[in-house]
């Protein structure tokens, strides 16, 4: 019903950047959070950065200063401006998404297929 794609991944170079972009649709009547998160071969999915309907962000401090989250309400998008990319950085992004498909109904979480990010040193 509700369907979470990520783009704008790929492969930069130590100091580049990156922007990746998440689209939500399907049955939505409203969102909540939009955000970010990352996995690493081998390690456990981590946060990166949030986003909330009221605007408020956050973002971890392991990308503090260097990651900005963004946000589209009209278009139902969220981005992530990445500066400064660490090869630690280099790992799948995934976008997660809480919305509710009338006023009245609970909300629910999905999540897109990830997108690639790889930071060669």
């Known amino acids: 019903q509700v369907h979470v794609v990520e783009s704008g991944g790929g492969l930069v170079q130590a100091g580049g950047s990156l922007r990746l972009s998440c689209a939500a649709s399907g049955w939505i009547f409203s969102i909540n959070a939009m955000n970010w998160y990352r996995q690493a071969p081998g390690k456990q999915r981590e946060f990166v950065a949030m986003?909330?309907?009221?605007?408020?962000?956050h973002v971890a401090d392991s990308v503090k200063g260097r990651f900005t989250i963004s946000r589209d309400n009209a278009k139902r998008e969220v981005y992530l401006q990445m500066n400064s990319l660490k090869p630690e950085d280099t790992a799948v992004y995934f976008c997660y998404v809480e919305s509710r498909s009338t006023s009245a109904s609970r909300w629910e979480y999905y999540w897109g297929q990830g997108t690639q990010v790889t930071v060669s040193s």
């Open positions: 986003s909330s309907d009221g605007g408020s962000t």
